[in-house]
């Protein structure tokens, strides 16, 4: 079912953390908010949970109203029933995994299930045999995974996860990142994904939606994201940049040439500034002069001071719609 946000407005105190916000989220898609630290992904998250309280606006699923405040519904948290994994995890020490993972399927009252589903749970995230240790002797990532498969016991239809990877390892989140999806796949649950690594957000999302400053900014696919951006923001934020013209004109790294390839292709002198090695090719920053200072690939390490032609074809030239 889809969930359908009009008009969300948060305030705390003087300070707005979300204005005008209207979001569709298509039922069994991975979504994710991006946006930097404060934007207001965890209060949009919360929100939808039920953690917290918007000041205007509606909030939907299907057709069910979870929040109306003109109509003053609002569903509390356990009637929603969505799935929650946050940053800290927040397991139950004192716990075992099976009983972390069968709390909210007790706390529904599942007296003849519990057990067989949770037991599932564990299945599903990999960690059977495991379900009589306590929290601390498990690792980080499989620490995760208990949590995971405390927000997928109850089967929710819809799954909010904030910044579930930040206390990993970056390989642990790279396999974490991978399993997720299989399990998003295999049980067919929608996910909200809130994270501020745009490398994250690319790779796990079928939409992503960049948030800055308490707004909505663009909502589309991780390609159209980074091809098409909307707002210079979202530009910058998602991968690096060139400007033909600040903030309007825009020209990806990886456009950008070393050899004449048409003859309508743009071409610039420049030098080479800085050279960085990245492993499989080494990024080079060439001083335009007026044009200021561009990135681009070079398969061989360069000198610093060499004077070069940078090409870029027409097509490759995006004119940013707004600012
Ligand atoms: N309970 C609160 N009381 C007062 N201000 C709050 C509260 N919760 C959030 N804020 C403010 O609302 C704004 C949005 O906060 P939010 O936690 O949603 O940001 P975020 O995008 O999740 O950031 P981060 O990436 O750092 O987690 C911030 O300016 C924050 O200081
Ligand atoms: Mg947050």
Partial sequence: MTLQLRGIHKSFGEAKALESIDLTVASGKFTTLLGPSGCGKTTLLRIIAGLETPDQGELRIGDIVLFDRARRV???VHQRGFGMV???FALWPHMTVLENVAFG??????????RRRSLEAIELVRLGGMEKRYPHQLSGGQQQRVALARAIAIRPQL???DEPMSAL?????????LELLSLVRQIGFTAIYVTHDQTEAMSMSDEIVVMQGGRILQQDSPEAIY???KHAFTARFIGKTNWLEADKRLVRPEHVSWSRKSESDLTWNGTVQAVSYMGERY???VDLGEKGMWLAYHPARMSIGEPVQLFVAPEFVRVLQSE
């Avoid at 009252?109 to 519990?114: E, L, Q, S």
């Avoid at 390892?169 to 990142?177: H, I, P, V």
């Fill in 169 to 177: 390892d970056a390989m642990l989140r790279e396999e974490m990142r």
């Fill in 86 to 88: 946050f940053q800290d």
């Fill in 227 to 229: 091809r098409s951006p």
């Fill in 105 to 114: 399927l007790k706390a529904k009252g599942d007296k003849a299930g519990w």
């Fill in 283 to 285: 990024e080079m920053a």
């Fill in 159 to 161: 799954v909010l996860f």
């Fill in 74 to 76: 609002n569903r509390p």
